[in-house]
């Protein structure tokens, strides 16, 4: 392009006439066309002769003095007042755009497809998901159509999509989205020669996803992305995806902290609204299947620890009365922290989920372990007024200590349940009678008389005490304290470890 150079307050002479002029220095070889008149009589560094038109051509290459209202007269810059801007060559403003492609005529069908370029988050709290993808779009627009001798498109931004007609696509069920607009609008827009267009733009969204708790942590959730035509039902705009199944492309890149994505894949189908009619829509389903070694660490583990840290109870001498009940509450209130801080994270839901199960299950077995020592503690006082009540009797009675051995269980002595050293250390007594010592030589006395208990035992006949063989131990477990926590080193962990077999089983 020329660029010039003026320079006012130049003088140009001729005979006697002064005329202000400006001169010109252009640094390309053109030549420019001068008009000549009365006061310019002749063309100095003339490079042609003047024709017969008047006019002369002097090389641009020089300085030349002209006249200011010569120069008011130049012909306009070509390159500045083109016809062949935007607007021209797609005829925009010769069309009216606010009318769909082909208005009055069959629908107009506009292909789709995506690439999910992340999936960000899932919130389970919230239940829903956020997606950045691009979004292009496909149809034909004759109105846009132009002719090139190179048949090649032409690419724009997204100042021409405010002048022409696009679809109308919308997220269905999405809370929040948005085009991403860093540095500039990220929206394309490439028009070819017969007006097949390309409409793409890059846009992160927020949708809703319906989930299942149900199998918590062990479950799988399905979630879609709905795209639907806002205004145009399906007499007017045919929404498909253009490729198929191909039309939906992921990063191989893309993974979530929780969740393995498992599937990607496309659907359509027709959605009725009863006051505005039928819309194609189209579908982008994705599964997610949760990882469940965080839940693991987090959950199940710390709660079977609190489990199995209750069933130390019933190794602990029933009489340590504060160490077990410091024992029950620590783990009983551990266990509560653990369900609430599941529950902290978790949608109010109305149904069981399995992580309420496996914790609901172990704080009952923590609760459990609080009550046997509960019912170990109260057997144990009740034995122990019942013995006292006993030696009371034996003194006031003359009669030798049997210290807290009750009629059934003198009665198992002789059907040789009980050998003599076990007769002497039941309910955890020694040999010597608990009694005052101004007693003690009358007590060895009656003591040292055998036949008087044999006689007073064997009154029963040898059918009655085989008959009443199984109820005796029964009573003899109630009445034995330690026989309560022997049993419970059994059966708390096999019945748990029976449970985590069911519960695995069934989940996983």
């Given at each position: 392009?020329?660029?010039?150079?003026?320079?006012?307050?130049?003088?140009?002479?001729?005979?006697?006439?002064?005329?202000?002029?400006?001169?010109?220095?252009?640094?390309?070889?053109?030549?420019?066309?001068?008009?000549?008149?009365?006061?310019?009589?002749?063309?100095?560094?003339?490079?042609?002769?003047?024709?017969?038109?008047?006019?002369?051509?002097?090389?641009?290459?020089?300085?030349?003095?002209?006249?200011?209202?010569?120069?008011?007269?130049?012909?306009?810059?070509?390159?500045?007042?083109?016809k062949?801007?935007?607007?021209?060559?797609?005829?925009?403003?010769?069309?009216?755009?606010?009318?769909?492609?082909?208005?009055?005529?069959?629908?107009?069908p506009?292909?789709?497809?995506?690439?999910?370029?992340?999936?960000?988050?899932?919130?389970?709290?919230?239940?829903?998901?956020?997606?950045?993808?691009?979004?292009?779009?496909?149809?034909?627009?004759?109105r846009?159509?132009?002719?090139?001798?190179?048949?090649?498109?032409?690419?724009?931004?997204?100042?021409?999509?405010?002048?022409?007609?696009?679809?109308?696509?919308?997220?269905v069920?999405?809370?929040?989205?948005?085009?991403?607009?860093?540095?500039?609008?990220?929206?394309?827009?490439r028009?070819?020669?017969?007006?097949?267009?390309?409409?793409?733009?890059?846009?992160?969204?927020?949708?809703?996803?319906?989930?299942?708790?149900?199998?918590?942590?062990?479950?799988?959730?399905?979630?879609?992305?709905?795209?639907?035509?806002?205004?145009?039902?399906?007499?007017?705009?045919?929404?498909?995806?253009?490729?198929?199944?191909?039309?939906?492309?992921t990063?191989?890149?893309?993974?979530?902290?929780?969740?393995?994505?498992?599937?990607f894949?496309?659907?359509?189908?027709?959605?009725?609204?009863?006051?505005?009619?039928?819309?194609?829509?189209?579908?982008?389903?994705?599964?997610?299947?949760?990882?469940?070694?965080?839940?693991?660490?987090?959950?199940?583990?710390?709660?079977?620890?609190?489990?199995?840290?209750?069933?130390?109870?019933?190794?602990?001498?029933?009489?340590?009365?504060?160490?077990?009940?410091?024992?029950?509450?620590?783990?009983?209130?551990?266990?509560?922290?653990?369900?609430?801080g599941?529950?902290?994270?978790?949608?109010?839901?109305?149904?069981?989920?399995?992580?309420?199960i496996?914790?609901?299950?172990?704080?009952v077995?923590?609760?459990?372990?609080?009550?046997?020592?509960?019912?170990?503690?109260?057997?144990?006082?009740?034995?122990?007024?019942?013995?006292?009540?006993?030696?009371?009797r034996?003194?006031?009675?003359?009669?030798?200590?049997?210290?807290?051995?009750?009629?059934?269980?003198?009665?198992?002595?002789?059907?040789?349940?009980?050998?003599?050293?076990?007769?002497?250390?039941?309910?955890?007594?020694?040999?010597?009678?608990?009694?005052?010592?101004?007693?003690?030589?009358?007590?060895?006395?009656?003591?040292?008389?055998?036949?008087?208990?044999?006689?007073?035992?064997?009154?029963?006949?040898?059918?009655?005490?085989?008959?009443?063989?199984?109820s005796?131990?029964?009573?003899?477990?109630?009445?034995?304290?330690?026989?309560?926590?022997k049993?419970?080193?059994?059966?708390?962990?096999?019945?748990?470890?029976?449970?985590?077999l069911?519960?695995w089983?069934?989940?996983?």
């Amino acid at each position: 392009m020329p660029t010039y150079q003026a320079l006012n307050g130049h003088e140009g002479r001729e005979g006697n006439t002064s005329v202000p002029s400006v001169l010109l220095t252009v640094r390309e070889n053109v030549y420019l066309s001068v008009q000549t008149g009365s006061s310019l009589s002749s063309c100095p560094r003339l490079s042609q002769q003047i024709g017969s038109s008047g006019r002369c051509s002097v090389p641009l290459t020089e300085n030349l003095p002209l006249s200011s209202s010569s120069l008011a007269k130049k012909p306009p810059d070509v390159t500045k007042s083109r016809k062949m801007k935007t607007e021209h060559l797609l005829q925009v403003d010769d069309h009216d755009f606010t009318m769909r492609p082909a208005f009055g005529g069959p629908a107009i069908p506009v292909g789709v497809d995506v690439q999910v370029e992340s999936l960000d988050s899932i919130s389970e709290v919230d239940m829903d998901f956020t997606m950045t993808l691009y979004l292009r779009h496909y149809w034909k627009d004759e109105r846009l159509s132009f002719t090139s001798s190179t048949n090649k498109s032409m690419t724009f931004d997204g100042r021409l999509v405010k002048k022409i007609w696009v679809p109308d696509v919308f997220f269905v069920h999405s809370k929040r989205s948005f085009i991403h607009d860093t540095t500039t609008d990220n929206i394309m827009l490439r028009v070819f020669p017969d007006g097949h267009v390309l409409y793409s733009l890059r846009v992160t969204v927020t949708a809703a996803c319906n989930m299942d708790f149900s199998r918590f942590p062990l479950d799988s959730q399905t979630c879609s992305l709905e795209l639907e035509s806002y205004a145009y039902t399906d007499e007017d705009l045919m929404l498909y995806w253009k490729s198929g199944d191909e039309s939906l492309s992921t990063d191989d890149r893309i993974s979530l902290s929780q969740f393995l994505i498992q599937k990607f894949h496309t659907t359509s189908r027709l959605a009725f609204y009863s006051s505005t009619g039928w819309y194609n829509r189209l579908y982008i389903n994705f599964t997610l299947r949760r990882h469940i070694f965080f839940f693991l660490l987090q959950t199940y583990f710390p709660a079977t620890l609190m489990v199995m840290l209750s069933w130390v109870s019933f190794w602990i001498d029933r009489r340590a009365v504060p160490a077990r009940v410091s024992l029950g509450i620590t783990t009983v209130l551990t266990m509560s922290t653990i369900i609430t801080g599941v529950n902290a994270s978790m949608p109010r839901v109305s149904y069981i989920k399995a992580v309420d199960i496996y914790l609901w299950v172990s704080f009952v077995f923590v609760f459990l372990s609080v009550l046997e020592y509960a019912a170990v503690n109260y057997l144990s006082t009740v034995q122990d007024r019942r013995e006292r009540k006993m030696r009371e009797r034996a003194r006031s009675q003359s009669l030798p200590c049997t210290c807290g051995i009750s009629q059934t269980r003198t009665m198992t002595m002789l059907d040789g349940t009980y050998s003599e050293a076990d007769t002497n250390s039941l309910a955890g007594y020694t040999e010597e009678p608990m009694v005052p010592e101004e007693e003690q030589e009358e007590l060895r006395e009656v003591s040292e008389k055998p036949e008087h208990m044999v006689v007073h035992l064997s009154v029963s006949s040898e059918s009655t005490t085989t008959k009443k063989k199984k109820s005796l131990r029964t009573l003899n477990i109630i009445q034995n304290t330690h026989a309560i926590d022997k049993y419970s080193r059994m059966i708390f962990p096999g019945s748990y470890i029976f449970f985590n077999l069911i519960y695995w089983s069934v989940y996983c």
